[in-house]
C-alpha cells in the first residue's frame, strides 16, 4: 500500500507542472465559450460552475509560475529534479501563463463589483509579473477598463414598435459586453495595437520553435504540451477576432470610416448563425414567477410525492429555514412573451408623451378604487405589504373568472383576447411578488422584504394550509384591508360585467407599478443582472431612458392628488375628496 501511494506521489511529481499548465489552458478555453452564454443563461449551476473556473484560473496560473521557478532554482542547484532541458522547456511556457492571467476576451469581470478592485487586480498583475520575471531569470493584465459614458440617444420617431424589443436587447448586450468583457480595450485604438503586437510575437515564437533542430532533447510530452498551447493559442485568437468582428461596434466603425465592404463583411458575420441573428435572444427572455397563493397552498402532488424531499422539507423547518425554502422550491422562470414586450413598449411610449397624464387624471379607477385607495394611497403602508395585498386580490379575481358565455365571450377573438389580459396580469404580479422575494433590492422598499413575507405566512398558517383556508384566509385580509361600507364591491365585481372592466384595471395597475419601480431601481443594480441573464425590469429601465423618464432623468413618483402633475410623472392620480 506505502508503495503504491509512494508511487502516485513521484509520478505526481514528474508530472505535475505539465498537469498544472494545461489545467491551466482548459480552463481559459472553458472561460472562453462560457463568457457569453451566462448573459443568455439564468441556471445556478451553471453559474456557479463558470464561478468557480473564473476564480480559480488566476490561481492555477500563479501556482504553475511558482511550480516553474521553484523547480528551475531546484535544478540550477542540484540534479535532482527535471533535466536542464525540461527547465528550458518549462520557462518556454510562462508567456502562456502570462497570457492566461490576462484573461479571456469574453470575460474580465464575473461581477459588476470586479470593476470596481481594479486596483487590487493591478497589485496582483504586478505580483504576477514579477513572478514570470523570477522564472525567466532564473532560467538563463489584467486590469479591468473603467466605463466610459455613452450617449443614450432617442429613438426615432418612425421607429417600428416591434423593433424596439430588439433593439434593446442589441444595446443591453452591448453594455454587457462592456461591462464584463474586453470589448472596452478592442474598441480603442492602444487596444488593437497590443493585440496586434501580442499575435505578432506568438507567430514568430511559434516559427523558431517550430524549426528549432534542438527539439529532440526534449521529453516528447513536454513538446507536446507546447504545440497544444501554441494551437490552442491560435484557435482562441480566431474565435476572438470573430466576436470582434461580429460587434455592432466593428459594423458602425466601418460605416463612419466610409469602408462600405468591410461594414458588409461584418454586417455578414453579424446576423449569421454564430453572431447575433434576429431571432436569437441575446438575454434569458426570462421573467421569474412567484405566486404567494400557491406557496401557501402547499406543494403539488407531483413535486411532493418523494418521501425523500418530505423528509428533507421537515429537516429545513428544524433549522428554522421554512421560509427560505419556500422561496426557493416555488420560485419559477417562464419566458417573456411577445405580448407582454409589445405592451410595455405601447406603455412607455404613452409615459413619454402628454397623453399618459391626461390618461392617468381621467382613469377613474371605478373598480380598484377602493383597493388602491386602501393601500398605494396610504403614506404609512409599506411598498412591500401593498405589493402582496395587491397581488392577493389579483390573483383572487383571476380564480373568479366566469364562463365565456356569462361575459359575453361568445367569438373566438374575444375569448382569446380575455384570456391574454388574464396572463398578462397573472405574469405580471407574479414577477413584481419574485422581484420582492428574491431581488428585493431592486424595489423602492422602506423595510425588509423577509418580515413582509413571514408575516403573510404566519397570517395563513393560522387557519390552516388547505386550499379552501388559504383562500378564505386570502379573502378576509383583503376584506379587512378595505374601508367601512366597501366590503360589497368585492361581491359586486365578481359579476360577468364588472369582472372584465375590473380585469382591465388590474392590468393597468400593475404595468404602473412595473413602470414605477423600474424608474426608482439604482442603475449599478440593473448592470449586475446584465451578468446574470438579464431582468425585464431592466429593459423596461432601458426603454424609459431612452424616453429622459425614471430617477435618472424626471423623478417618477408612484401616486398624487395635484391636478397639474407638472415636471413629474405619477403613476396613479388620486385627486382629495374636494376636488372630485
Not at 413535486?303 to 428554522?320: E, G, P
Request: aromatic fraction near 12%; glycine fraction near 4%; charge should be neutral.
Amino acid at each position: 500500500m506505502n508503495s503504491t501511494t509512494d508511487g502516485l506521489v513521484q509520478l505526481w511529481n514528474e508530472w505535475e507542472i505539465q498537469l498544472v499548465v494545461l489545467l491551466s489552458f482548459i480552463l481559459q478555453i472553458f472561460l472562453f465559450f462560457t463568457g457569453r452564454i451566462r448573459r443568455c443563461n439564468i441556471n445556478m449551476l451553471l453559474r456557479l460552475i463558470i464561478w468557480l473556473a473564473y476564480v480559480g484560473a488566476d490561481m492555477v496560473a500563479v501556482y504553475a509560475l511558482g511550480l516553474i521557478s521553484q523547480n528551475i532554482q531546484s535544478a540550477n542547484i542540484s540534479s535532482v529534479g527535471f533535466s536542464r532541458s525540461s527547465n528550458q522547456l518549462a520557462f518556454f511556457w510562462v508567456p502562456f501563463l502570462l497570457i492566461h492571467l490576462g484573461g479571456q476576451d469574453t470575460m474580465t469581470a464575473f461581477s459588476i463589483e470586479d470593476n470596481n478592485l481594479w486596483l487590487r487586480h493591478l497589485l496582483n498583475l504586478c505580483i504576477q509579473v514579477f513572478l514570470a520575471l523570477y522564472a525567466f531569470w532564473k532560467s538563463t493584465g489584467r486590469t479591468i477598463s473603467q466605463m466610459k459614458e455613452r450617449q443614450v440617444f432617442r429613438f426615432q420617431g418612425d421607429r417600428p414598435p416591434e423593433q424596439v424589443p430588439k433593439l434593446l436587447e442589441i444595446e443591453l448586450a452591448m453594455m454587457s459586453d462592456d461591462l464584463y468583457t474586453k470589448a472596452m480595450v478592442l474598441q480603442t485604438r492602444s487596444g488593437i495595437i497590443l493585440r496586434f503586437i501580442s499575435h505578432v510575437f506568438t507567430i514568430a515564437a511559434f516559427v523558431l520553435f517550430l524549426i528549432a533542430s534542438d527539439k529532440q532533447q526534449y521529453n516528447r510530452a513536454d513538446i507536446a504540451i507546447t504545440y497544444v498551447l501554441f494551437i490552442g493559442g491560435f484557435v482562441l485568437d480566431v474565435c476572438s477576432f470573430f466576436l470582434i468582428a461580429m460587434s455592432p461596434w466593428t459594423w458602425a466603425f466601418f460605416r463612419a470610416q466610409n469602408c462600405y465592404r468591410l461594414a458588409h463583411i461584418s454586417w455578414l458575420i453579424l446576423c449569421s448563425c454564430i453572431g447575433w441573428p434576429e431571432k436569437k435572444p441575446l438575454w434569458s427572455s426570462s421573467m421569474g414567477q412567484y405566486n404567494f397563493l400557491s406557496s401557501s397552498i402547499g406543494f403539488d402532488e407531483s413535486r411532493s410525492s418523494s418521501k425523500m424531499f418530505t423528509i428533507l422539507r421537515k429537516m429545513l423547518n428544524a433549522v428554522n429555514k421554512k421560509l427560505w425554502f419556500r422561496k426557493i422550491w416555488h420560485i419559477k422562470h417562464v419566458k417573456v412573451d411577445k405580448d407582454i414586450m409589445d405592451i410595455m413598449v405601447t406603455w412607455v411610449g404613452r409615459l413619454a408623451r402628454e397623453e399618459f397624464t391626461r390618461i392617468t387624471q381621467q382613469q377613474s379607477w371605478a373598480n380598484l378604487r377602493p383597493i388602491i385607495n386602501c393601500t398605494l394611497n396610504i403614506p404609512a403602508n409599506s411598498f412591500g405589504d401593498n405589493i402582496v395585498l395587491l397581488h392577493i386580490y389579483t390573483d383572487l379575481h383571476l380564480r373568479k373568472q366566469p364562463d365565456n358565455e356569462a361575459i359575453g365571450a361568445e367569438s373566438k377573438t374575444a375569448s382569446s383576447s380575455t384570456a391574454d389580459t388574464m396572463d398578462i396580469c397573472r405574469k405580471i404580479s407574479n414577477y413584481i411578488v419574485y422581484l420582492l422575494v428574491a431581488q428585493p433590492s431592486m424595489l423602492p422598499l422602506s423595510g425588509a422584504a423577509d418580515d413582509t413575507t413571514a408575516a403573510f405566512y404566519e397570517k395563513i398558517s393560522k387557519k390552516g394550509s388547505s386550499k379552501q383556508d388559504v383562500l378564505e384566509t386570502c379573502y378576509q385580509l383583503v376584506e379587512d384591508q378595505l374601508e367601512f361600507g366597501y366590503e360589497e364591491c368585492l361581491k359586486e365585481q365578481e359579476q360577468p360585467g364588472p369582472w372584465c372592466e375590473t380585469l382591465m384595471e388590474i392590468r393597468d395597475m400593475w404595468l404602473r407599478l412595473l413602470i414605477y419601480i423600474a424608474g426608482k431601481c439604482q442603475v449599478e443594480l440593473h448592470a449586475q443582472q446584465l451578468g446574470r441573464g438579464g431582468e425585464l425590469l431592466t429593459f423596461v429601465w432601458l426603454l424609459m431612458a431612452h424616453h429622459d423618464i425614471g430617477d435618472v432623468a424626471h423623478q417618477v413618483d408612484l401616486i398624487t392628488s395635484s391636478e397639474t402633475m407638472s415636471g413629474q410623472f405619477c403613476a396613479f392620480h388620486f385627486p382629495k375628496e374636494s376636488e372630485r
